[in-house]
């Protein structure tokens, strides 16, 4: 079975990885891969802190807290293994993001994760999404943006 940066959206990891492993044959594997720390996906951090700058009091927190909020391989491993499996490989793994711009980059992070829903709430989006590109663009240029992004590749045995 394989689960590609869907694992941090699990809102009980250990009871997660049970039902996997129940559903799996003996001798399966089960590969999955979470992010990195947001300090290790610099076009994220960027989004960050365009977020914080358009919402200095109570910035959107999704993606330190979800989607980089699974990243300590230990923590990832306790957890496979208080589900069952045994842990055969974890790979750290860093390649190079490519955008044609900051602002498709912010356009594509507002428009296309839960950010979307606390942006919607909050109002102003037109302005929201111009302070996000200016911080961006002021962090990793205009475009073309190349930058690095970390993620775990776990693999796993029944």
């Not at 002021?138 to 943006?145: I, M, Q, S, Y």
Request: hydrophobic fraction near 45%; charge should be negative.
């Amino acid at each position: 079975m394989v689960c590609q940066f869907g694992v941090m959206f699990f809102p009980d990891r250990v009871a997660a990885f049970r039902e996997v492993r129940r559903v799996l044959a003996s001798g399966s594997r089960f590969l999955f891969n979470t992010w990195g720390p947001l300090g290790t996906h610099a076009i994220e951090v960027a989004l960050q802190a365009g977020l914080e700058r358009a919402f200095p009091v109570d910035p959107p927190r999704f993606f330190p807290t979800v989607a980089h909020g699974y990243a300590d391989p230990a923590v990832v491993v306790a957890d496979l293994v208080a589900a069952g499996f045994t842990v055969e490989k974890e790979q750290e793994l860093t390649l190079q993001g490519r955008a044609a711009s900051t602002a498709d980059l912010a356009t594509g992070y507002l428009t296309g994760t839960p950010v979307r829903a606390a942006l919607e709430e909050r109002g102003d989006e037109p302005a929201v999404r111009a302070t996000v590109i200016e911080e961006m663009t002021a962090r990793l240029g205009p475009g073309p943006v190349t930058a690095p992004m970390t993620a775990y590749v776990f693999r796993a045995a029944t």
